[in-house]
């Protein structure tokens, strides 16, 4: 489904389907790369379709050129307890380097501020590495503001096994 079309049928932004799920993963790759984390993405193919497709657990968008893929985003929705609403978070973003400037970017971002409005969200939030200068500049430009009063916090791979088996030993 077409989200947005420039007047002149030059870009727009789609939703996926199933079958874009290499290129998802392909855009996501190029991502780890960028952000010098591509020794962190073991993600497959397989992976993206399951997770995107079948269990829904994301939602991805693509920007295209003359129909050639040129970035995407990938976001999900989250829940405000003391707001009582959900919010988009913006898990990924991604244009890729020739296509950037363009305004293609911006475009991805109003889209998206359009799903969180059009899904009663109150927030629409997402981190940012904090080297990547360009992009916080951009963020910036849209009115975005940094939060400075949380803290980021994760369990992953062994820690969050080891957390989980937890829940019958303490009995």
Known sequence: MILYESNDKHFHI???ERKD????????KKLSI????????????????TSIFDFKQA????AEVDHKPVGFALYFFNYSTFLGKANLFLE?????????HQGY???LFYVLADIAVKNNCSRFDWMCLNWNKPSIAFYESLGAKPLSDWITYRLSFDALDKVARRLNQED
Do not use: P, Q, W
Not at 21 to 26: D, Q, R
Not at 34 to 49: F, G, Q, R
């Open 14 to 16: 789609r939703t996926t």
């Open 21 to 28: 799920s290499a290129l998802i993963h392909a855009f996501i």
């Open 34 to 49: 960028y952000e010098k984390l591509e020794n962190h993405m073991v993600a497959t193919v397989h992976d993206i379709e």
């Open 59 to 62: 939602h991805v968008i693509l």
């Open 92 to 100: 990924d973003i991604f244009i890729d380097e020739a296509y950037r």
């Open 105 to 107: 970017g911006k475009k």
